[in-house]
């Protein structure tokens, strides 16, 4: 299962995506001759506006609704999940948008300037676009960018926010005219950009904690190109059509339906022409889909990746020896070739804590720190006083045991946890399956309601400030907060804080390897491989797809004539 999207933050997700947003940056990924094969970074042929229908309705799956997951406003805790997102992508916008090499320009529907303005302070001037409204007509103004950057600053504690990076930092927050604002940071901040990756909020929603907390079973109002016009709770079909009051090109579809479906039955609902496309997470649902007539499979690189977290406060999982043991005893080499080699793409482990595999400043940690062994494994528990007698691990009277939570329908995580317990059962450590309601999943793990749990994070342009939230500080099992294995090492608070200050980028990406060492130390959770994105769609669908940076635009996603 997957949580977060092509946005500024990360995010969890149940099968297989991705997490992504950003300003104008150089590309992160930048590839070596000692690298693995690069997928495409965009999984589709562009084609020209002028070659498609006008008209046509685009039927889409997902795994779960914001209704489902408690919340539709994508920057609270339970709204950063990649459904969520994802249906929302057509309704919402941002100054900054990602381009196909991973580098950011300006989306020029809602901003005509950015501009870094001063160094020292650290100022920056943003000139809106005075077209862009919401839905209900009114203006999109420098006073909404206001309020959610004051929202997402996490001063006020009464906002449910599952990230606050980088607006935490912001010092000052000036509004020029309704449609040009400037923001200044007391001290440097290097991924600045990514605060104009996420779309804004209207101003009184973001200035008001109840109502942020209150989209449960509807969107916030749009600011995109299409609109959510029609919502069933009860079906779980959500309907969107053409903004009337968008301002830029002229969306091609007449419609967007969505429709959850769990992931286990996806395909045949793409064999009986119910949606016109589906996610390939895994080879069950690659090969079904790939029997309909006319479907063609699409693939890219990612930025999402598979990793099993462990409960840091739940015994015998609040023990570091123990979750080094698990981590040293998982072959992450056979759980990558398994998940991915089947749906056709070369597969590559992920060891690195903040960058993927092909980004500038990669290095495999789990390899250097936590490598595969399981005679240094079975040390490690009994340096805690573990012994093993009659193949099974015992200490003060209990046995060693494990379980590890799986989303019922979800059939890469299902499979991914068997084969997180083939491996443990090597070292004598028993593991069984607690299967719950998709809908539940990410509730009981942000309850703590759970020893292990296996799902994906999906990473971002800025990986290094996006990805702090999973790991500083420690939280309570219930709080708001992306640390689901709720423990920390307290050095990272510094090293977090330097590294989002320094602007050399040799510097931070030493310092990025200084984190990951720390976090090697303690272990919270076991990053495993790296998802490919492989999308299975009809034909006749165009501009539409997996990619590996480049958000889709939805005003030229159509069918071709």
């Known amino acids: 299962m997957n949580r977060r999207t092509t946005a500024l933050a990360a995010v969890a997700v149940l099968s297989a995506a991705g997490l992504a947003l950003a300003g104008c940056a150089q590309p992160n990924a930048k590839p070596t001759s000692s690298e693995p094969p690069q997928l495409p970074l965009v999984g589709w042929t562009p084609v020209p506006a002028s070659d498609l229908q006008q008209g046509g309705t685009l039927s889409l799956a997902v795994e779960s609704s914001g209704t489902d997951e408690g919340n539709w406003n994508i920057n609270t805790t339970q709204g950063a999940n990649v459904p969520v997102v994802a249906m929302q992508a057509p309704l919402m916008g941002a100054p900054y948008k990602a381009t196909k090499d991973g580098a950011v320009e300006i989306d020029p529907n809602y901003a005509t300037d950015i501009k870094l303005e001063s160094d020292s302070p650290q100022t920056v001037d943003v000139k809106l676009n005075d077209k862009a409204v919401w839905e209900d007509g009114t203006p999109l103004t420098a006073k909404d960018y206001e309020a959610t950057f004051a929202a997402l600053s996490g001063k006020n504690d009464k906002f449910n926010i599952a990230s606050?990076?980088?607006?935490?930092?912001?010092?000052?927050?000036e509004v020029v005219s309704d449609y040009e604002f400037k923001f200044t940071f007391d001290?440097?901040?290097?991924?600045?950009q990514a605060l104009l990756g996420t779309a804004p909020v209207k101003a009184d929603i973001a200035s008001d904690p109840?109502?942020?907390?209150s989209y449960t079973t509807k969107p916030m109002p749009s600011n995109g190109p299409y609109i959510m016009s029609k919502i069933d709770n009860n079906a779980k079909i959500y309907t969107e059509t053409p903004n009337p009051k968008w301002w830029g090109d002229k969306p091609k579809l007449d419609k967007i339906t969505w429709t959850v479906i769990d992931q286990a039955s996806q395909a045949q609902a793409f064999a009986n022409n119910e949606i016109n496309a589906?996610?390939?997470a895994d080879v069950d649902t690659?090969?079904?889909?790939?029997?309909?007539?006319?479907?063609?499979?699409?693939?890219?690189?990612?930025?999402?990746?598979a990793q099993v977290t462990f409960n840091g406060l739940q015994a015998p999982l609040d023990d570091v020896n123990v979750r080094k043991a698990i981590a040293q005893a998982i072959d992450r080499n056979i759980i990558a070739k398994s998940a991915n080699e089947p749906l056709g793409v070369k597969a590559t482990t992920d060891g690195n804590w903040i960058f993927m595999p092909g980004q500038k400043g990669y290095e495999d940690t789990v390899e250097a720190?936590?490598?595969?062994?399981?005679?240094?494994?079975?040390?490690?528990?009994?340096?805690?006083?573990?012994?093993n007698a009659d193949g099974k691990w015992s200490k003060d009277g209990k046995d060693l045991k494990l379980s590890i939570v799986v989303p019922q329908g979800t059939k890469s995580n299902e499979l991914r946890a068997q084969q997180i317990q083939a491996s443990l059962k090597k070292i004598d450590i028993p593991v069984t399956l607690d299967e719950v309601p998709s809908a539940d999943y990410f509730d009981n793990i942000q309850n703590g309601k759970y020893e292990m749990a296996t799902f994906g994070w999906q990473g971002t342009l800025f990986p290094i400030s996006s990805s702090e939230s999973l790991f500083y500080p420690a939280m309570k099992p219930g709080d708001a907060g992306q640390n689901y294995a709720f423990i920390t090492d307290e050095k990272l608070g510094d090293l977090w804080k330097q590294a989002n200050a320094e602007l050399d980028p040799e510097k931070r990406l030493k310092l990025a390897d200084d984190i990951n060492n720390v976090i090697a130390g303690y272990v919270p959770f076991?990053?495993?491989?790296p998802y490919p994105n492989v999308t299975v769609v009809d034909k006749n669908l165009a501009n539409y797809g997996p990619a590996t940076f480049m958000s889709v635009d939805w005003t030229q996603v159509g069918f071709t004539k």
């Open 210 to 213: 109840a109502k942020w907390a």
């Open 286 to 305: 690659y090969t079904a889909a790939l029997k309909k007539s006319g479907a063609k499979a699409l693939n890219s690189g990612g930025v999402t990746y």
């Open 526 to 529: 076991l990053p495993i491989y």
């Open 278 to 280: 589906v996610d390939a």
């Open 369 to 387: 720190k936590l490598p595969y062994d399981l005679d240094a494994a079975k040390k490690d528990l009994e340096a805690s006083g573990w012994k």
């Open 187 to 192: 001290s440097p901040y290097a991924d600045w």
């Open 164 to 173: 606050s990076a980088g607006y935490d930092l912001v010092s000052k927050f």
